[in-house]
């Protein structure tokens, strides 16, 4: 009775068809839910979900900064995730990044002018998740260990090392937490930018999301990943060293996610704690594989879920509900993006009756 095909090519704008389709009829899904479930008007509760998200200057500007990090967490797992090496332990990698910017900038604010203190956190940061980067992609390349559980492993071994951090730069002293690092004098803190408390945090982001999109596209390097993505026997007998490949990439993936730890401590959050990862290292798993690793799909599919979470803290408060109210609205748009790749890719067709001779 039904036919499916995989397609050879769809044009752009059929796809981006599609998915528009797919995200209107999710909204007109939600509209039921949001009826059965709470007897509210869905158009409120979809005003709510947008004056939450960016209903004033300063939400919006937050949402902004939420997505920018993001973004460049996607952007860092995208070149492992190309080759096929599932990167799980974004989230550490993060943590370390974070963790020494905080160890600069509660030890060396005052010792050192603002460039070179900023230079050391910066290059402090990326070797950190470097590190942790590196560790997994050589056991993985020598010795052919799952890196999904390794990098995965590694997530909590992070933690420790925070809080054993933690326990050093109390402030104030038996409280658990390190608090606002340097709240009077905001040494270390990334300045304003033309006005904007988050214009550098978006400038950096955009520059990696940039510099990744033609490194991977342009570059050698970039070929090389998409080819041991591919096949690492292929990669092999055209002459491309395999394990060099799993190493470097997953070095630069792991620098760009200690480089989104010095801008959640430094540009954002301005402390350290064992939730400043926020579970971004998981969403942002979400964000690459529904962009399928295009830069600027990537900035879409990012605003979107930073949106949609800060409007379930307008909804719980707006309507008394749980904040897992937007989280269903949210699971519904997505399961409807995601089934829309599937008519994308394939094409489904009645079968026809066939008459016999």
Same mark, same amino acid.
């Given at each position: 009775?039904?036919?499916?095909?995989?397609?050879?090519?769809?044009?752009?704008?059929?796809?981006?068809?599609?998915?528009?389709?797919?995200?209107?009829?999710?909204?007109? /899904?939600?509209? +039921?839910?949001?009826?059965?479930?709470?007897?509210?008007?869905?158009?409120? /509760?979809?005003?709510?979900?947008?004056?939450?998200?960016?209903?004033?200057?300063?939400?919006?500007?937050?949402?902004?900064?939420?997505?920018?990090?993001?973004?460049?967490?996607?952007?860092?797992?995208?070149?492992?995730?190309?080759?096929?090496?599932?990167?799980?332990?974004?989230?550490?990698?993060?943590?370390?990044?974070?963790?020494? &910017?905080?160890?600069?900038?509660?030890?060396?604010?005052?010792?050192?002018?603002?460039?070179?203190?900023?230079?050391?956190?910066?290059?402090?940061?990326?070797?950190?998740?470097? /590190?942790?980067?590196?560790?997994?992609?050589?056991?993985?390349?020598?010795?052919?260990?799952?890196? &999904?559980?390794?990098?995965?492993?590694? %997530?909590?071994?992070?933690?420790?090392?925070?809080?054993?951090?933690?326990?050093?730069?109390? %402030?104030?002293?038996?409280?658990?937490?390190?608090?606002?690092? %340097?709240?009077?004098?905001?040494?270390?803190?990334?300045?304003?930018?033309?006005?904007?408390?988050?214009?550098?945090?978006?400038?950096?982001?955009?520059?990696?999301?940039?510099?990744?999109?033609?490194?991977?596209?342009?570059?050698?390097?970039?070929?090389?990943?998409?080819? +041991?993505?591919?096949?690492?026997?292929?990669?092999?007998?055209?002459?491309?060293?395999?394990?060099?490949?799993?190493?470097?990439?997953?070095?630069?993936?792991?620098?760009?996610?200690?480089?989104?730890?010095?801008?959640?401590?430094?540009?954002?959050?301005?402390?350290? #704690?064992?939730?400043?990862?926020?579970?971004?290292?998981?969403?942002?798993?979400?964000?690459?594989?529904?962009?399928?690793?295009?830069?600027?799909?990537?900035?879409?599919?990012?605003?979107?879920?930073?949106?949609?979470?800060?409007?379930?803290?307008?909804?719980?408060?707006?309507?008394?509900?749980?904040?897992?109210? #937007?989280?269903?609205?949210?699971?519904?748009?997505?399961?409807?993006?995601?089934?829309?790749?599937?008519?994308?890719?394939?094409?489904?067709?009645?079968?026809?009756?066939?008459?016999?001779?």
């Amino acid at each position: 009775m039904i036919h499916i095909s995989k397609r050879d090519d769809i044009s752009f704008a059929k796809a981006w068809g599609i998915r528009i389709i797919a995200v209107l009829l999710s909204l007109v /899904v939600c509209a +039921v839910v949001i009826i059965a479930l709470t007897r509210l008007n869905p158009v409120e /509760v979809y005003k709510a979900i947008f004056d939450g998200a960016v209903g004033t200057k300063r939400r919006s500007w937050a949402t902004i900064r939420d997505a920018a990090i993001l973004l460049c967490i996607a952007v860092a797992l995208t070149p492992a995730f190309k080759m096929r090496f599932w990167n799980i332990g974004a989230e550490g990698q993060v943590l370390m990044g974070g963790v020494l &910017t905080a160890f600069f900038m509660i030890n060396f604010a005052g010792k050192l002018p603002a460039p070179v203190l900023f230079a050391a956190m910066i290059v402090s940061s990326m070797a950190a998740g470097l /590190v942790w980067g590196l560790i997994p992609a050589v056991f993985k390349a020598f010795w052919n260990t799952n890196e &999904t559980l390794f990098t995965l492993m590694l %997530n909590y071994v992070a933690m420790q090392i925070t809080t054993f951090c933690i326990v050093f730069w109390e %402030n104030p002293v038996g409280s658990n937490t390190v608090g606002i690092i %340097n709240s009077k004098s905001k040494i270390g803190w990334l300045p304003p930018l033309f006005g904007l408390t988050y214009g550098w945090n978006v400038v950096m982001i955009l520059a990696v999301t940039l510099a990744m999109h033609i490194y991977l596209k342009y570059s050698k390097q970039g070929y090389e990943i998409a080819v +041991v993505g591919e096949s690492e026997k292929t990669a092999r007998y055209v002459g491309i060293s395999v394990k060099k490949v799993i190493m470097r990439t997953m070095a630069i993936s792991g620098a760009l996610c200690g480089l989104a730890g010095f801008i959640l401590v430094s540009g954002s959050g301005h402390t350290i #704690s064992t939730s400043t990862a926020g579970g971004r290292g998981f969403t942002a798993i979400i964000v690459a594989w529904l962009s399928k690793f295009n830069a600027g799909a990537m900035i879409l599919v990012s605003f979107f879920l930073v949106f949609m979470q800060k409007g379930a803290m307008q909804i719980a408060s707006q309507f008394k509900l749980n904040e897992n109210a #937007s989280d269903i609205i949210t699971g519904i748009i997505l399961f409807f993006i995601l089934g829309s790749e599937f008519f994308i890719n394939y094409q489904v067709k009645m079968a026809g009756k066939h008459k016999e001779g």
